[in-house]
Each structure stands twice: as structure tokens, then as C-alpha cells.
């Protein structure tokens, strides 16, 4: 079976980095997804690690260690925009994405 | 500017209705994805097609079904709506498998 693990909430002020863990366990990986949800909206795609290693993609960063089954998703210089829900999915060998129960994430100003 | 649309945005109906809820998208994808998600909580499949006449059944298929007569056409029906049939339902496409979902703005469901 597929289970994740992240926080339920995160707090930050405006201008700092927040980190957003993602523990996983699967019976078969193809990439680690981050996707961002405000109130009432749809997700949106923000990152994608298939292979070990940081990809950056402007004030957004997301890492993934396969051999210890982590990722994170880093944000910089956080806006009140951001102030949303950040679901790590991990992908699986039926090609179907599961999600985690998602963080949200409170930026304060 | 939304490449894949779900209709209605909202619906309250009573419980024993059958109801469809569509989905479609512009973008040519093959795959497509149904969502169940309750405040709070993570996203449950539903069902999802990789192309036209193909459709599989998810983790939470529930009383529904769907169809794929047209790639971008995915629309989910539930034969008679329950109290716990209430949750939001969104839809998604993608062009390749476990990456990069595009997602409707989802259907509030709520049976009465």
C-alpha cells in the first residue's frame, strides 16, 4: 500500500523559508509531486522529483531522497499568497498519484 | 484561465437522486482522474481512463461510474446520491502518468 506523512500546519511570518517534509511509503515510486491548494480552489501542479536531488523553480525548491524515502518542498521570501494547503503525491506503478493529507500553510504578515 | 472545466461548481440534491457531475477538458490528454476530497483531508481516487472507452475503477469507487466516449469528456455519475456521497469532487487530466495533474475547480456535493 501508499501512505504519506507530512505536518498538518505550518506557521511563518512574510519574507521567511518555511519547509514542508514529506515522508513516504510505497510499493512502487515514480516521483515524488507537490501541489498547492488555497480555500475552495483547485490544486495546482507545483514541482515534480523523479530522480534524487534539489529542482528549483523561483521562490519554490523541492528535494527528494529515494533512499530515504523523503522529500521536501522549501519556500523562500513568503508572500501572503502562499498562504495555502501543499500536498506531497507520490506517483505509483499504475500510474496514479496519492496524495498526503495535505499542510497548511498560515503566513502571517 | 481553466483548461479543464467541471460542471456545477455546486449542488445540493436530495438523497436516492442520480446525478452526473461533468468534466472536460481542451488540453488533449488522455488521462483522466476523479477525486473525492473532504475538508482537511487528502485526495482519494475515485476512477480514472487513459483514453477513450478505457476507464478503471480508484481506491473510493462507491456507487459511481463513468464514462469515456470522448477524450475530453470524463463526466462521473452516481446512481443514488447518499448523505456520505457529500465531499467535493474534483477532476483532473494529465498528459503523462504521475506527473503534472491539471484540476477543475472541483464540484461541492452535498446530498440532503
Known amino acids: 500500500g501508499q501512505s504519506l506523512e507530512q505536518p498538518s500546519e505550518v506557521t511563518a511570518v512574510e519574507g521567511a523559508i518555511v519547509q514542508i517534509n514529506c515522508t513516504y511509503q510505497?510499493?512502487?515510486?515514480?516521483?515524488l509531486s507537490w501541489y498547492q491548494q488555497h480555500d475552495g480552489g483547485a490544486p495546482t501542479f507545483l514541482s515534480y522529483n523523479g530522480l534524487d536531488g534539489l529542482e528549483e523553480t523561483g521562490r519554490f525548491s523541492s528535494f527528494l531522497s529515494r533512499s530515504d524515502s523523503y522529500g521536501y518542498l522549501l519556500l523562500q521570501e513568503l508572500q501572503m499568497k502562499d498562504s495555502a494547503s501543499y500536498f506531497c503525491?507520490?506517483?505509483?506503478?499504475?500510474?496514479?498519484?496519492?496524495f498526503g493529507r495535505g499542510t497548511q500553510l498560515t503566513v502571517w504578515p | 484561465e481553466a483548461d479543464i472545466y467541471q460542471t456545477p461548481r455546486y449542488l445540493v440534491i436530495g438523497t436516492g437522486k442520480k446525478i452526473t457531475l461533468e468534466c472536460s477538458q481542451t488540453?488533449?490528454?488522455?488521462?483522466m482522474y476523479w477525486y473525492q476530497q473532504d475538508p482537511g483531508m487528502e485526495l482519494h481516487l475515485i476512477h480514472y481512463?487513459?483514453?477513450?472507452?478505457?476507464?478503471e475503477k480508484g481506491d473510493l469507487s462507491s456507487e459511481s461510474t463513468v464514462s469515456r466516449i470522448r477524450t475530453e469528456h470524463f463526466p462521473l455519475t452516481l446512481e443514488s446520491a447518499r448523505p456520505s456521497h457529500t465531499s467535493q469532487y474534483l477532476c483532473?487530466?494529465?498528459?503523462?502518468?504521475?506527473?503534472?495533474?491539471?484540476f477543475g475547480s472541483g464540484t461541492r456535493l452535498t446530498v440532503v
Open positions: 488540453m488533449g490528454h488522455d488521462k
Open positions: 510505497t510499493s512502487g515510486f515514480y516521483g
Open positions: 483532473a487530466s494529465s498528459e503523462w502518468e504521475n506527473y503534472g495533474y491539471t
Open positions: 481512463s487513459y483514453g477513450v472507452n478505457s476507464t
Open positions: 503525491a507520490v506517483g505509483s506503478t499504475l500510474g496514479r498519484l496519492y
